[in-house]
């Protein structure tokens, strides 16, 4: 008969295993790079959120990216005129690499117009390759400057099928 202390490392062995065999290893690291234009007024207090989608229109949502994984420290100011801003978080892998976004401003706060440079995006896993794309924006999200859009989207995917279907497929809200 088993004694109490191996029965107790028995069931600690267990409850390892199982644990190691319950995580996903699914779970993606995007890094997400965003360049405010040094434009007057080109920074905004609004939220900023952005949906990343691969070649089968697949794809993450990050409601809002200051609240889902900003890197920048305490009290930093996001989305200001000139910044780099970085933010990381971990989300479900993309079958393929990022190949389009929409990136949305939900148009709040007083300073609701926004000037972006670029996005670029990184996103890497267990058995993912590491993948990268930068996105050139250079345009106003805003209602009261030209495209008066508070939405750009930008589309490299390799062919037209991924743009077809992207609001078809399942998402992911991070």
Not at 60 to 70: K, M, P, R
Not at 84 to 99: E, H, K, Q, T
Not at 107 to 125: A, D, F, I, L, P
Request: charged share 15%; hydrophobic share 35%; with cysteine.
């Amino acid at each position: 008969m088993a004694t109490p202390a191996q029965l107790l490392l028995s069931f600690f062995l267990l409850l390892s295993f199982s644990s190691i065999a319950l995580s996903d290893d699914e779970d993606c690291v995007y890094s997400v790079y965003i360049r405010t234009g040094s434009i007057f007024k080109g920074g905004t207090d609004s939220i900023i959120s952005l949906r990343l989608y691969d070649l089968y229109g697949e794809f993450i949502e990050i409601a809002n990216l200051e609240a889902w994984g900003g890197l920048m420290g305490p009290g930093h100011n996001y989305f200001e005129r000139g910044n780099l801003d970085i933010f990381s978080g971990r989300g479900p892998c993309l079958v393929a690499p990022v190949c389009a976004m929409n990136l949305t401003s939900d148009g709040s706060g007083s300073h609701h117009g926004w000037y972006c440079n670029y996005v670029e995006v990184t996103m890497t896993g267990v058995h993912t390759p590491c993948s990268q794309q930068q996105f050139t924006v250079e345009q106003w999200l805003a209602l009261d400057t030209s495209p008066y859009e508070l939405t750009a989207i930008r589309n490299y995917c390799p062919s037209a099928f991924g743009a077809d279907r992207r609001d078809q497929k399942s998402s992911s809200t991070m």
